[in-house]
């Protein structure tokens, strides 16, 4: 699976990457209410705008990334300059607000994830087969403290587990990740896209021992 995504990055086959910020990160992160300053992860980040548009609203971005060429275009794309670092088996980038660790997510750990305050996932639950969406939703969960809240993009389209990117439903993202956040839907399922697909947008809150 993730030779197919480095391979993807490599014949450009990246038909996920927009060009401009997400519209659902415009429209519901405010609601988050967040202090500036405070850290965002933004796991699978491929080379997303959301990113800098985040950076650009006074937060801090750590962007996790298997992909090299993702990184170096992402790096390349941008104005500033670019520091190179090396940290927990990662090879990392830092330009501005904006540090991007190159390596698998899965390998992130919450000695790493100490000074995070939120997250964002837009097409990463989405990325992922089955097997590991449950092993996603399980290590997301286990990075973050009690009240870390986060945004999160799903879509569904009629072709069910034919993906990427896969079809994830309310009910599915109920049972992944409600028993360690709080849920709640912002948005959607709204009209299908020109694919067929149609997105829903979540606000978690992470639980604390007592629910
Ligand atoms: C569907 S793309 C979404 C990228 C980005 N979130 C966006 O909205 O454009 C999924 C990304 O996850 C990356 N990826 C897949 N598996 C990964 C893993 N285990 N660790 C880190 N990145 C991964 C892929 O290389 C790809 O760039």
Redesign the pocket.
Known sequence: M?ID?LRR?REGRIG???DAPHAALVDHWPRLGLAAGAKVL?P???K?H?MRWLAAQAYPVLG????PL?VDQFIGEGALPALRYAQAGFSCVRQGRIELWCG???RFHVEQAAELAAFYD???LI?LPRASRQRYAHHLAQLFLPGTQGLLVTLTHANGERG??YSVDAEEVERLLGPNFALQRLAGPGEPDAKGACETVWHLMRRGPCG
Request: charged content about 20%.
């Open positions: 993730q995504w990055w996920f990457h927009r933004v699978l980040c491929g997303s959301d996790v990334e298997l992909s993702a698998d997510f899965f837009r097409a990463a990325a990427p990117p």
